[in-house]
């Protein structure tokens, strides 16, 4: 729990700093809620996890490893569900604040972990997640070297295009070679991972430091361009609540990109 609490602390004071490192902490910790009828926000997990509550239930993300008796408490005492009704746990990548809880939460609920291929390699331990050059700082670093998740298995590979429960795949290569996002056409609703924020007001992009290929993720956002979302659900930050699809699209026009002519 220590070191839980540092890594936390340290994505807190860091995000405090105002540096770009696509993680934040919000100030009501801890606090869950209802972002959209049936979709819930477990917050204070590093990252954010997503419930969607239909006939089944569907985790989006799992958080930093040790916090899996929170996500089955949101389950019982939120939603007066049985943790059994969890069929689905959907990784949008290979990193430790995304997967940490999956593994022992499959075993104790019987759901299935998907995930695509590429990050399926880096979560299975048969690669390394790589990390750009001279991008990230030597205490994140250090963290990163302690806070690991034992390798697992992943159930469903899952590729750009598929449909699984309701939910269109969106390969997104950048953040890492396997990030994806899932696109709730129901519901207009957009989870990203980490291939988009939004905090204080503005849609932000991944973080510099953790992005293993910058151009390739701004190349993933565009192609998000292509769908039709009220709703915007990142890994870190805050939900947006209304027209994400126009504020992307807006974040890009402005941005000045370094992918043109470098
Ligand atoms: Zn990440």
Do not use: W
């Amino acid at each position: 729990m220590v070191l839980i609490n540092f890594y936390q602390g340290f994505f807190f004071v860091h995000d405090s700093m105002n540096l770009n490192t696509g993680v934040s902490i919000i100030p009501n910790r801890g606090k869950n809620m209802e972002v959209i009828p049936d979709v819930h926000m477990i917050e204070g997990i590093t990252a954010h996890c997503y419930l969607i509550a239909d006939s089944e239930l569907i985790l989006i993300d799992t958080g930093l490893p040790h916090q899996t008796q929170k996500i089955l408490r949101y389950i019982t005492n939120g939603l007066h569900r049985d943790p059994s009704e969890l069929k689905t746990i959907f990784l949008t990548h290979a990193d430790v604040d995304h997967i940490g809880n999956a593994s022992e939460l499959r075993s104790l609920t019987g759901a299935k972990i998907a995930a695509h291929p590429e990050d399926a390699e880096i979560i299975t331990g048969a690669k390394e997640r790589l990390m750009p050059k001279g991008g990230m700082s030597i205490l994140l670093k250090l963290v990163r070297s302690v806070m690991r998740t034992k390798p697992f298995q992943v159930d469903l590979l899952v590729n750009d295009g598929d449909e699984i429960a309701g939910l269109r795949i969106i390969h997104l290569p950048g953040h890492t070679p396997g990030s994806i996002a899932l696109y709730d056409s129901r519901r207009k609703t957009l989870f990203v991972g980490d291939a988009l924020g939004y905090k204080r007001g503005d849609v932000q992009g991944p973080s510099e430091e953790m992005t293993m290929d910058l151009n390739k993720a701004y190349e993933s956002i565009v192609k998000l361009t292509a769908f039709d979302f009220d709703v915007l659900l990142s890994g870190h930050g805050e939900p947006l609540q209304s027209a994400a699809s126009v504020k992307v699209k807006e974040f890009l026009e402005k941005r000045t990109s370094p992918m043109k002519g470098s």
